[in-house]
């Protein structure tokens, strides 16, 4: 059973501006989800928790690893990441 304990993360985070009535701040959260030895994980659950809101996001890695959650209003968030046979990365 391969553990991971502190997985290597690429997250890319944008913000910018919409024009709108209103100025609106999003922005995106995306990354590659590897193990210790630098392989992808596909399948991967990942979460993405508002922690103000507890507003819960999902997205599964694909054959890459990689993720996205797109379109974050700007919090605080917590990202939980877990599949079969690693420990569970928050």
């Known amino acids: ?13 944008s913000v910018w501006n919409v024009a709108s009535a209103q100025n609106l701040i999003i922005g995106s959260l995306a990354g590659t989800l590897t193990d ?3 392989a992808t994980i596909p399948g991967a659950k990942v979460t993405l928790i508002n922690l103000g809101t507890d507003d ?18 700007p919090a605080t968030y917590r990202l939980e990441a877990e599949s079969t046979g690693f420990k569970r990365f928050v």
């Open 1 to 13: 059973m391969r553990r991971v304990a502190l997985p290597e993360l690429v997250i890319l985070f």
């Open 36 to 38: 210790s030895a630098g």
């Open 56 to 73: 819960r996001r999902n997205a599964v890695t694909d054959s890459s690893g990689f993720y996205q959650f797109p379109n974050l209003q």
